[in-house]
């Protein structure tokens, strides 16, 4: 590797030895800088022992670990910044650093501090990041400090690494995705083509650039920064030679849902840059732009910037929301029931000391709720999955029966069709005096149950204790900004999973409005939604959450295509906003 410095760019390339064959183009990557300031080097501290050297006391210091976040889409964290962020004991965040990826990775009680503001609410200097990343790690154990992107790319790495060294603190540091290349390829922008022979990475920063050495016709130019820099270097590029025909592609908030890409060519790109808000922003010049047509992928998803809305709990609202992210979709989680205890838990407690007694032959779980109110109370009583032998285990559906995998049972019995109360009783074999020993049936419910699954059995010899396992009561209603996007039109579509969270969405919040389109799970749910003046547009072909969120992607998928036939531009539901009303009447 060769570094040549000239006052004030910094150029970096790996050059290839003469006479080595070149299998592909060669990657040049130019960076501009100002000069560094003069600094006076600090000494290191003796031996570099890990203990405090400023207090000459011996207590341990804590070790730092440098992490890449990523440059936006969380599924783009490496295995390595899990591990370490849930290990951690301090987490510290740069600006764009997510807190929603502390809360899903970190364990409870982590300390997290916000390096990016200080107490007065303005931007800290790199400066005084530094001195708050060795001030969280004098308080000893882990600390993560997770920084966008890639900690080694137009970061404040350098200057912490120095603080760490001078303080005696240990340190390493896990490579992120980079926005360099992430960027681009969500944009469906590749590097590199069989005529490009460099890449320049420009990140101006408000600084003076040679665009001199980024004109050259082979060579794809990447500019980070803001709309002002952007503008700055297209006007940079022209003046350098740059052809204004140039092709270019403008991505904002790039890997994440709601990622924009404005393609045009040099010659019109400075007053479209000029007119970007302060959020980062990438811009690819070159004639691998024109690629973009054939190779976009991620903008092109059926959902991609839906935001819908999803009426469940947290708890069980995670499946739905990975699905929807993997079709491009953001999810609004509004919780409309609040799963609680029964009022006398007597009748539950006698009915699982009679499942351990031996007083049932069969035990029906018709919800994950259920699941989860049997498995406490065993957990009460200090019993386990063991306490199941020899009984005979029915589930409702698929979702049900792995929450009892999770547990260690295998179910014996799922229904061959519908995945509901009706499919299961279809299924479920009439009481036989011969082959069945015993003739009772446990049914853990919720209060609000239907008596179709109970009244069926009954009819078929069972014997049945339909027990009260947990209670559904209606949530508070959301937040004021939440209800009015739902009045409003500002989601795109609506799953519904069960008729009580169509009744209970409707109460607290009110009626979606009529350009949102409504996904249900399943007949039953449909039935109810109509009931309330809601026009189903999307029905699952079975009752799952995949089956659910693949009807809605597929309607999507449809709305996309229709569009492109009539040479029309791709637009949201939210954004059509049609004046007739989809309502039944």
Same mark, same amino acid.
């Given at each position: ?125 790199? =400066?005084? $990041? ?6 969280? &790690?004098? !308080?000893?154990?882990? *600390? +993560?400090? /997770?920084?966008? @992107? %890639? ?53 101006? =920063?408000? $600084? ?6 980024? &004109?050259? !016709?082979?060579?794809? *130019? +990447?500019? /980070?920064?803001? @709309? %002002? ?31 924009s890409t404005t393609t045009t060519t040099l ?15 990438? =811009? ?20 991609? @910037? ?74 009460e009583y200090g019993l386990d999955a063991r ?199």
């Amino acid at each position: 590797m060769s570094t040549t410095t000239n006052s004030p760019v910094l150029e970096t390339a790996e050059t290839v030895p003469a006479g080595t064959a070149v299998a592909g183009p060669e990657v040049t990557v130019l960076t501009e800088r100002a000069p560094a300031r003069p600094r006076r080097a600090a000494a290191s501290p003796a031996g570099a022992t890990g203990r405090s050297a400023s207090s000459g006391t011996s207590r341990e210091l804590g070790h730092v670990s440098f992490v890449g976040a990523g440059p936006g889409d969380p599924g783009l964290l490496t295995l390595r910044a899990v591990e370490l962020l849930s290990a951690a004991d301090v987490v510290v965040l740069d600006a764009g650093s997510r807190e929603d990826v502390v809360a899903r990775h970190a364990r409870d009680g982590v300390q997290v501090v916000d390096a990016a503001f200080g107490e007065d609410g303005a931007p800290t200097t790199r =400066a005084a $990041r530094a001195k708050a990343v060795v001030k969280a &790690a004098r !308080t000893g154990g882990r *600390v +993560v400090r /997770l920084m966008d @992107g %890639d900690p080694s790319t137009f970061s404040g790495l350098v200057e912490e690494i120095a603080a760490c060294r001078k303080a005696g603190v240990g340190f390493d540091v896990v490579p992120g995705v980079s926005a360099v290349s992430a960027v681009p390829a969500y944009a469906g922008v590749p590097m590199t083509a069989p005529g490009t022979t460099s890449v320049n990475v420009v990140h101006p =920063a408000g $600084r003076s650039v040679d665009w001199s050495r980024h &004109a050259g !016709t082979d060579s794809t *130019v +990447v500019v /980070l920064g803001t @709309g %002002d820099d952007i503008a700055a270097a297209a006007v940079g590029l022209l003046a350098a030679g740059r052809a204004p025909s140039t092709p270019v592609a403008l991505t904002s908030h790039g890997t994440t849902t709601t990622q924009s890409t404005t393609t045009t060519t040099l010659g019109e790109l400075e007053p479209i840059a000029a007119a970007i808000d302060g959020s980062p922003t990438t =811009a690819v010049v070159g004639d691998v732009v024109s690629l973009r047509e054939q190779a976009s992928w991620y903008e092109t998803k059926p959902l991609f @910037g839906w935001r819908v809305l999803v009426p469940r709990t947290k708890e069980q609202a995670g499946s739905v929301t990975a699905l929807l992210a993997e079709h491009g979709a953001t999810a609004d989680v509004v919780p409309t029931i609040s799963v609680e205890p029964p009022r006398t838990p007597q009748q539950m407690e006698k009915a699982v000391k009679g499942l351990v007694t031996g007083r049932y032959e069969w035990i029906g779980f018709t919800s994950v709720n259920a699941v989860k109110a049997v498995r406490e109370k065993f957990t009460e009583y200090g019993l386990d999955a063991r306490a199941f032998s020899g009984l005979k285990v029915a589930a409702v559906g698929g979702v049900t029966a792995d929450a009892l995998r999770e547990w260690g049972i295998e179910p014996d019995l799922l229904p061959e069709g519908e995945q509901s109360a009706t499919g299961l009783l279809a299924s479920w074999p009439p009481y036989d005096e011969v082959l069945d020993p015993i003739d009772r049936v446990f049914l853990p419910r919720a209060d609000i149950a239907t008596d179709t699954l109970v009244a069926g059995l009954q009819e078929n010899g069972w014997e049945v204790d339909d027990v009260t396992a947990y209670r559904t009561v209606r949530a508070a209603p959301p937040a004021a900004p939440v209800r009015e996007a739902i009045k409003t039109g500002a989601f795109d579509a609506v799953v519904f999973t069960s008729s009580s969270t169509v009744r209970n969405l409707v109460g607290i919040a009110g009626k979606p409005h009529p350009s949102t389109v409504v996904a249900c799970i399943g007949p039953a749910t449909a039935k109810t939604a109509e009931e309330h003046g809601l026009r189903v547009d999307v029905l699952a072909a079975e009752p799952s959450a995949a089956a659910l969120v693949q009807a809605l992607a597929a309607y999507g998928e449809g709305l996309r295509a229709a569009a492109d036939e009539a040479g029309e531009p791709v637009l949201r539901p939210s954004q059509r906003k049609s004046s007739a009303r989809r309502r039944t009447r």
